[in-house]
């Protein structure tokens, strides 16, 4: 390919133009950029969707509520209703409450059902002192409120709310599985009022 002499710009003019770009550029660039960062619209909006705003708190009993994990003291036949709710049905690992803990110290639930005897109850009591703060207890059924059908018998405890705090009751000869999640939505509730600020029992 030919070269033409006359296309090629001299070293003046070569220097004048890009004297004049830098020239442009310093007389449009004397201030400095401003910090503040601006935004796109679509930048808001997908940051307004990223922030979430709460308190403590509500942060705290969140974690709480989602993730309770139960230790049980099943001692007649609601045992079956609890059994059949954990199973794939009625799931109560839809919150977080499957992990069944036999060790108190990793636990912060204590499912209370069935007849409770007299000469049961110390151990009962020990397991709930066992569990960490915060902790609810839940009574299921009519024995665990208040002995049931057999709260005459001189061997039997008139409802675990004689040797520590119930938090919800749950009535019923036995309670379904129905009923026994409206109860833990009720504790789930309760939970969700709680404060750091205040003593919880
Ligand atoms: S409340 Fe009824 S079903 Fe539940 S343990 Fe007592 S007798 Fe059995």
Redesign the pocket.
């Known amino acids: 390919m030919e070269i033409n002499p006359q296309m090629i710009p001299s070293l003046d003019d070569a220097d004048a133009y890009e004297g004049n770009i830098v020239e442009d550029l310093r007389r449009s660039s004397l201030e400095p950029l401003p910090e503040k960062v601006i935004l796109s619209e679509e930048e808001l909006k997908e940051l307004n969707r990223n922030i979430i705003v709460t308190t403590l708190d509500d942060a705290i009993n969140w974690a709480h509520k989602a993730s309770l994990w139960p230790v049980t003291c099943f001692?007649?036949?609601?045992?079956f209703?609890f059994i059949a709710t954990s199973m794939a049905r009625f799931d109560i690992a839809r919150f977080g409450m499957e992990v069944l803990r036999p060790s108190p110290r990793q636990a912060d639930l204590l499912m209370a059902?069935?007849?409770l005897s007299w000469k049961m109850a110390p151990q009962i009591k020990r397991i709930y002192e066992q569990m960490a703060e915060p902790k609810w207890v839940v009574a299921?059924?009519?024995?665990?409120i208040s002995g049931?059908?057999?709260q005459d018998s001189y061997a039997v405890v008139p409802g675990y709310n004689h040797i520590i705090p119930v938090d919800v009751y749950i009535p019923?000869?036995?309670?379904r599985p129905e009923t026994l999640l409206y109860g833990l939505e009720q504790l789930r509730n309760k939970i969700g009022h709680e404060s750091i600020r205040l003593e919880n029992k």
């Open positions: 001692t007649a036949c609601c045992t209703e059902a069935g007849t299921m059924g009519a024995c665990a049931g059908i057999f019923g000869c036995p309670p």
